[in-house]
């Protein structure tokens, strides 16, 4: 049986790479964290954001 009462983190990484199109990621994080607002069971959840991510970021993540 799980604990509903366990705040789960929703991880969002973020990169806009070089020679590429401008992507519109802080509006879609904006909208997300917007929508996560509204809902009813906001407090279950916290939202986390990390920026420019290179693939050395995961190294380590389990």
Known sequence: MTNNNT???????????TNTAP?????EIREIDEGL????????YKL???WAVRPVTFTGLS
């Open 23 to 27: 992507l519109r990621l802080d509006q």
């Open 37 to 44: 607002r509204r809902a009813n069971k906001r407090d279950q």
């Open 7 to 17: 705040v789960k983190t929703i991880l969002i990484l973020a990169a806009n790479p």
């Open 48 to 50: 986390e954001q990390k």
